[in-house]
């Protein structure tokens, strides 16, 4: 039984993250424990069969493990702000951006918790989508 401060996490997601090499293990661990801390009510899950999802009245984000990097799909219109241009792809995406990691990459985590905060809090004021057609 884990301590209440701890979020509850999904073993689908631990076998998802412990099946990768070393260092994509480490992003993804880092990143769950950032989505986590953002928000203690965030949960997980696997949607589209294998992927982990992070969830709290809607899509936070998500985890993807390529080849050569990790993406860290962020579900948010395009209307989280990202003064510090962690940004990598998905620009004109209407649903998720991503921030892509490569072996050896530090994850700006002020950054990245700051921007899932505000995803949580989007959710929490209706989703972008309603945030996006004015209320």
Not at 6 to 11: E, G, M, R, S
Not at 24 to 31: N, P, T
Not at 99 to 116: H, K, S, W, Y
């Amino acid at each position: 039984m884990k301590p209440e401060h701890l979020p509850a996490t999904d073993q689908r997601i631990d076998a998802y993250i412990e099946a990768l090499p070393q260092w994509q293990q480490a992003i993804c661990r880092d990143v769950r424990g950032l989505v986590h801390a953002a928000d203690p009510e965030v949960a997980e899950t696997i949607k589209r069969t294998t992927q982990p999802y992070f969830v709290l009245a809607g899509n936070v984000c998500a985890l993807l493990a390529a080849k050569d990097h990790v993406n860290v799909f962020l579900y948010d219109g395009g209307i989280v702000p990202d003064p510090d241009g962690i940004i990598t792809a998905g620009h004109g995406n209407k649903t998720a951006r991503t921030v892509a990691f490569r072996q050896g990459d530090a994850i700006n985590e002020p950054a990245l918790t700051a921007m899932f905060r505000q995803i949580i809090a989007n959710n929490r004021a209706g989703g972008w989508r309603k945030l996006k057609a004015g209320g």
